[in-house]
């Protein structure tokens, strides 16, 4: 069996193929990086995403706060990953890198802030 894939473990975006016969990859083709095989090999076993999105922040120079985990979710978890963060809601200030949850969704993976959002300042 052939399958096709678009790596995306670098900017590069290989398209790889696979030749996988009795659920055992024989070959894998197209990659410009040893990352494509990397890649290749777990998006077939064991898919997993780096999860990016925003949390509310009450008082923020901005409304929202952009977040990501700071390793990738199994697939299957995205979906409760963001469930759990459109719950939560910050307070400013909130710094580049500070935790947000320490363990997301029960997978054992921190979400952090990828920015630094000040107080929002009072007008004069």
Do not use: F
């Not at 696979?18 to 410009?32: D, F």
């Not at 990397?38 to 952009?66: D, F, K, M």
């Not at 697939?75 to 935790?99: C, M, R, S, W």
Request: proline share 6%; glycine share 4%; net charge neutral.
């Amino acid at each position: 069996m052939k399958k096709e894939l678009i790596c995306i473990s670098c900017p590069m975006s290989c398209p790889l193929e696979l030749t996988i016969v009795n659920g055992e990859i024989l070959s894998i083709t197209g990659n410009r990086c040893k990352n494509g095989e990397i890649y290749a090999r777990q998006e077939l076993t064991h898919p997993q995403r780096v999860v990016t999105t925003t949390v509310a922040c009450r008082s923020g120079l901005w409304p929202r706060l952009p977040v990501k985990t700071i390793a990738a979710v199994p697939k299957d978890y995205v979906t409760n990953v963001v469930t759990e963060l459109h719950e939560v809601e910050v307070e400013a200030p909130v710094l580049l890198g500070q935790i947000i949850i320490e363990n997301v969704a029960n997978t054992g993976i921190a979400v952090i802030a990828t920015r630094s959002l000040p107080h929002e300042t009072v007008k004069e």
